[in-house]
């Protein structure tokens, strides 16, 4: 009930994207899905996949009316594209670090990336890493931010001319797994539009 409540106060700050973790090692998976009917269509409704089978990648879309799938395991190119083809908007996640490669980002045809940090976990490893890396990125596929962001990051956000597409919060702004502190994610919405 807590977590429908949270998500409740979160569409009425209106972000761009919310995502739902389809990955059962997490602390963060989610464990009622059909809660993601009742986000609004003008959000954005992430499904967060780890290796998910193409056919249960299907199912999701299908059955939870998400329109946007996020990649965050070894998806290959192939099967990245065979995503979009059903019709929804495809992030392909990376963990970076120093001396990510980001020639390989090419070889992908999706609608966005997103550069997380590189941790023991495929994700929610609530590190940070150095955003100035990204300034090596030079393809034209927009990409999301992600990796250890903090409430109090807006400001060096927007002074590190990191020209991300988005910003992706996750354990920074919880109370606990899956439960967002929001307000903070409100501070931290009205700081980036100043």
Request: with cysteine.
């Amino acid at each position: 009930m807590a977590h429908r409540q949270n998500l409740e106060q979160l569409i009425s700050i209106k972000p761009d994207y919310i995502g739902f973790i389809f990955y059962p090692k997490s602390p963060r998976n989610i464990l009622e899905p059909e809660i993601i009917l009742s986000v609004p269509t003008e959000i954005n409704r992430v499904a967060v996949v780890v290796n998910k089978p193409f056919d249960e990648i299907a199912t999701i879309i299908k059955k939870f009316n998400v329109n946007c799938i996020q990649l965050h395991g070894n998806e290959t190119p192939e099967f990245c594209s065979e995503v979009k083809k059903l019709g929804v908007t495809t992030i392909k996640a990376f963990a970076v670090d120093n001396d990510f490669n980001f020639g390989i980002t090419k070889e992908y045809n999706t609608d966005f990336f997103l550069f997380d940090a590189k941790g023991e976990k495929v994700g929610g490893n609530g590190t940070k890493y150095n955003w100035q890396i990204l300034k090596h990125y030079n393809h034209t596929t927009p990409y999301f931010l992600s990796g250890g962001i903090m409430p109090n990051d807006a400001i060096a956000l927007k002074q590190s001319c990191i020209n991300a597409y988005a910003i992706d919060i996750n354990s920074k702004f919880e109370i606990s797994p899956g439960l967002k502190d929001i307000k903070a994610v409100e501070q931290f919405k009205l700081q980036l539009s100043k």
